[in-house]
């Protein structure tokens, strides 16, 4: 993403792509008209406008307005063909001297997040046509940073579970093991030392094995309580399901 950040109130550069002076000088015009105070660079090709993008693209967040027909390519060639308006890393608005629905529905497919026709009346409303853009944006730009720390946040959940399971695996092992030494231990003496134990001996020793017993059975409810705290990974492909509905469903709302 271009800039600093994404919030609207960041946005008042406007990178404009035009090689026709006499709309250039319109359009300067129509944003010099509206009360925001906005910052208009102007370049006429399309090696310029790639070139002030990457000078700036990580110091301040910008609007681009380009030409559909520039004379060394089009507007679109910005977009890089992108799939998604915020992959294009800038929000965009495509001109065109022309209506054309195929244009139109290329633009859109390309990354833009709108498209205006030359005429008097749509270059007079473009301040507002960019504030729209803008507000487009930076909702786009607020969803993107959210889904982004959700997928980090499973990210981290996933690596907690396979440590969880790991350490359950571990301490069940250590404590299985324990307890199988303890009683063998408690089962040796026993046959051993039978003849010689009175009868205050064997009460510690029945104790002890009641005790190993009880001990068994804790650490066995204490796992059947453990183990569904352990993160299920298809929660993670619902998530990740239910996020590509919602960029579909987002992307067609803005076109």
């Known amino acids: 993403m271009s800039g600093k950040s994404g919030k609207l109130e960041d946005f008042n550069t406007i990178l404009l792509v035009e090689d026709d002076e006499a709309h250039a000088v319109l359009i300067r015009r129509s944003f010099e008209k509206d009360n925001t105070t906005w910052d208009i660079h102007h370049v006429i090709n399309l090696k310029d406008a790639l070139e002030w993008i990457e000078e700036n693209k990580n110091t301040m967040p910008f609007l681009v307005i380009a030409d559909f027909l520039l004379p060394d390519g089009n507007g679109l060639d910005l977009a890089a063909d992108a799939e998604h308006p915020i992959n294009v890393g800038f929000p965009l608005i495509i001109l065109t001297g022309f209506g054309s629905e195929k244009i139109a529905v290329r633009a859109f497919k390309s990354g833009a997040m709108d498209y205006v026709v030359k005429d008097a009346d749509s270059l007079q409303m473009l301040p507002k046509i960019a504030k729209r853009t803008l507000y487009k944006w930076a909702s786009m730009a607020e969803y993107k ?39 063998t231990l408690n089962d040796l003496l026993t046959r051993k030392y039978a003849d010689i134990i009175d009868d205050g001996d064997w009460k510690h020793v029945h104790e002890l094995s009641e005790s190993i017993k009880r001990t068994d059975t804790l650490f066995e409810a204490l796992f059947e ?28 709302a803005w076109e």
């Open 225 to 252: 309580r453990l183990l569904p705290l352990s993160f299920d990974i298809s929660l993670v492909r619902l998530y990740n399901a239910k996020m590509q509905k919602s960029r579909e469903a987002g992307s067609k």
């Open 145 to 183: 940073h959210a889904e982004d720390y959700l997928r980090s946040y499973i990210k981290d959940l996933e690596e907690e579970d396979s440590k969880l399971e790991e350490l359950i695996d571990k301490v069940s092992t250590e404590l299985e093991s324990s307890l199988g030494s303890f009683q």
